[in-house]
């Protein structure tokens, strides 16, 4: 099984995780990250848990739903490991039917008609 590499978080970002015990996700804040500035996709991190301090990486073997993820990954088809959220396609824009008016016909004056001037 390929690797999955996170990509480097900014501190600051959310972390999630799938709680065994409650059913529910748990979040957490990346406060520090680490690595080469020559290799971003090598990091390492530390978050600030609700029972303490974890470390994440940037890389494992693979990544259940038990371990730490970004926020916005989600699930695979399985439901047993983090996958990067594919890109959703921009949305189509509606086509707006214009409403039809009817065109107003500006008649010529008749010849020796007086027109008043204001």
Known sequence: MAAVVYPRPEAGAVYKRFKTHTGLYEEALVVSVSGPSERPEQWTGVIITRNGVELVTSSAEWRTKYD?????????????NWAEPKAKPAPKKKRVARKKVPAKVIAAPEE?????VA
Do not use: H, K, M, S
């Open 112 to 116: 020796g008609a007086v027109t008043p």
């Open 68 to 80: 730490w993820a970004p926020r916005n990954w989600v699930l695979d088809a399985a439901g047993a």
